[in-house]
């Protein structure tokens, strides 16, 4: 891609008339985008092979534009995790600004489809940082228990923070986790994060981080790590659609699940033999790295 998409800059939307004084941020930001257009296959192909070929930020900021409204129903999605929705709409539109640099419109599908993988990516990413200064999970099951906790617990009429063995249990129950996962994350969500950037009352300009060790990664390296598994994740998704049905079942009930079926067991399904979906799920793994080397992705 051209070096200027790094450059891709989204300019306020025309401000609307005639709203009222009490009205909110996210009141004026829908109204205000409520002025871009959606655009047609057609428009929007012609202005993805212009960024694409020539680097011609200004399709690129019509691409962006005109997808804004898509952003603001994926954040309202996850509107009950008590955070600000312009915040998760600000993120979700940087997750689109990244799918915009990345979209090949030659693939045949639209740009939306590809983008909602990096919408939905920014905004979760934001929430679980903003949920706790601790990692809320390292591992997919952890970051799927995060997401279904709280609905469950909606769902059981459990409110309040002081949950009991029993309600631990029943929730366990519901999600098909330990009692201990449930607990452990439940504590995470409701427990409250002491800022760092708080001053220490007895010192004048002097804050808790003052106070810390830095041991991690470079930052540079943990946002390009970060980037290059969302790129992965994005083009799994592009390469799951070149798969027939039959082979894309197979993969994700083999490959992307969290409790993978048997060969015998997809043999029963589709009534063939073991070595048959061992046949089908091989082929089918090199459809999909030759599909991610397109996306110029090497796994």
Do not use: C
């Amino acid at each position: 891609m051209p070096e200027e998409e790094d450059k891709i800059h989204v300019d306020p939307p025309p401000q609307s008339a005639l709203l009222p004084a009490h009205t909110t941020s996210l009141q004026r930001y829908l109204a205000e985008i409520s002025n871009y257009p959606v655009l047609s296959r057609e428009e929007e192909y012609k202005l993805a092979m212009k960024y694409k070929n020539d680097g011609d930020l200004e399709a690129a900021r019509k691409l962006v534009t005109s997808n804004l409204k898509f952003v603001v129903r994926v954040a309202n999605e996850y509107k009950n995790y008590g955070l600000n929705t312009m915040d998760l709409i600000q993120e979700g539109n940087v997750g689109l600004m990244h799918a915009v640099k990345g979209f090949d419109p030659t693939k045949g599908y639209r740009l939306i489809s590809y983008a909602v993988w990096w919408i939905r990516a920014y905004i979760q990413n934001y929430i679980i940082k903003s949920w706790s200064l601790v990692k809320v999970g390292t591992t997919q099951a952890q970051r799927k228990l995060f997401y279904k906790l709280r609905s469950a617990k909606n769902e059981l009429e459990m409110g309040g923070d002081n949950l009991s063995a029993e309600d631990y249990r029943e929730l366990a129950d519901k999600l098909e986790v330990s009692d201990e996962a449930v607990m452990e994350m439940d504590q995470r969500m409701t427990g409250k994060d002491l800022s760092l950037d708080a001053e220490i009352k007895s010192e004048h300009d002097v804050s808790h981080l003052d106070f810390l060790a830095d041991d991690d990664e470079n930052q540079e390296d943990i946002l390009t790590k970060a980037e290059e598994e969302q790129k992965v994740r994005s083009g799994m998704v592009v390469a799951l659609k070149t798969l027939k049905d039959r082979e894309r079942y197979i993969i994700e009930k083999r490959v992307l699940s969290d409790t993978p079926l048997t060969l015998e067991e997809l043999g029963t399904k589709f009534n063939i033999s073991r070595e048959r979906v061992r046949q089908i799920e091989s082929a089918a793994l090199k459809k999909i790295r030759s599909a991610l080397e397109d996306e110029g992705i090497s796994k």
